[in-house]
C-alpha cells in the first residue's frame, strides 16, 4: 500500500483529498505545515508527497528544494497544490523538482489520477533487469538509476521518465504533447508548457562535460530531441 503525505494548510481539503486518496487504497498522513511536513518526510518516508504551494512557516517552493536537496527525500514524487495561476508560480515549481501541479480549486478525483500516474512511472515491478545506453549515459530502468560518465545523476521521477523517452529513440523529435503521452502518461490544457521547465533540468543536470556532451536538443516549431556528440 503506497503511502501518501498530504500537506496543506486548510484542513477541509485535506480531509477531502485524504477521503478520496484512502478510498483508493492509499495509506494517507497529513500535515498542515512546512516543519511537520519535514518532519513526517524525513521520518515516514512516504511514496509521494501533495504538497501545497502556500504554507504558513515554508512554502511549497522551499520544501520542493529541500527535498532534492536530500539524498534521502530526492527521489520522493512531489505533486504541488497552487491556488496561483499564473505560468510564472508553476515553472518556478517544476524548475526546483515538482513532478505535477494541480490548480486549486480542483476536483479530488483528478488528485487521485495524479498520484495514480505518477507512481505507475515511479514504481518499479519484478521484471528482469532492463539497461538502455546512450554514449557515456546508462540507465537503469531496474534500479531507476542513471549514470554519465560512471557517476549517478539526481533526477526527479518526471525528469528520469522524460529522459527515458528521449534515450529509447535518439535522434527523434518529438512534440510536447507526445512527450507528455509518452513519459507521463496522461495530457491536459496548459501541460505543454511545463515541459520546457523539465527539459531546462535536464540539460543542466546533463551537460556536466563539455568535452563529451549529452543534451536535449530543441528543433524550433517542433519540439526536443536527444542529441550526442562523443
Known amino acids: 500500500m503506497a503511502r501518501i503525505l498530504v500537506v496543506d494548510d486548510d484542513q477541509k481539503i485535506v480531509r477531502l483529498v485524504r477521503s478520496y486518496l484512502e478510498q483508493a487504497g492509499y495509506q494517507v498522513l497529513t500535515a498542515f505545515d512546512g516543519e511537520t511536513a519535514l518532519h513526517t518526510l524525513r521520518r515516514e518516508k512516504p511514496d509521494l508527497v501533495v504538497l501545497d504551494l502556500m504554507l504558513p512557516d515554508r512554502d511549497g517552493w522551499d520544501i520542493t528544494r529541500i527535498i532534492r536537496a536530500d539524498a534521502t527525500l530526492a ?22 523538482g515538482a513532478d505535477d501541479y494541480i490548480t486549486k480549486p480542483f ?13 505507475r512511472r515511479t514504481t518499479t ?28 545523476l539526481e533526477l526527479t521521477p518526471t ?12 535522434g ?16 491536459y490544457e496548459g501541460m505543454e508548457r511545463t515541459i520546457d521547465a523539465h527539459i531546462k533540468n535536464l540539460r543542466k543536470k546533463l551537460q556536466v562535460s563539455p568535452d563529451s ?14 542529441r550526442g556528440e562523443g
Not at 107 to 119: D, F, G, I, S
Not at 172 to 187: C, D, M, S, W
Request: hydrophobic share 45%; aromatic share 6%.
Open 159 to 170: 525528469e528520469f521518465d522524460l529522459l527515458k523517452i528521449l534515450v529509447e529513440h535518439p
Open 213 to 226: 556532451p549529452i543534451y536535449i536538443e530543441t528543433v524550433y516549431g517542433v519540439g526536443y530531441r536527444l
Open 75 to 96: 527521489p520522493t514524487p512531489v505533486i504541488m497544490l497552487t491556488a496561483r495561476v499564473e505560468d510564472a508560480d508553476k515553472l518556478t515549481g517544476l524548475e526546483l
Open 107 to 119: 476536483n479530488p478525483r483528478e488528485v487521485v489520477a495524479r498520484v495514480k500516474a505518477v507512481l
Open 125 to 152: 515491478g519484478g521484471a528482469p533487469p532492463q539497461l538502455l545506453q546512450f554514449d557515456s549515459l546508462r540507465i537503469d530502468l531496474d534500479r531507476h538509476e542513471i549514470l554519465l560518465d560512471g557517476q549517478p
Open 172 to 187: 527523434q523529435v518529438f512534440t510536447r504533447l507526445k512527450l507528455i503521452e509518452n513519459a507521463l502518461g496522461y495530457g
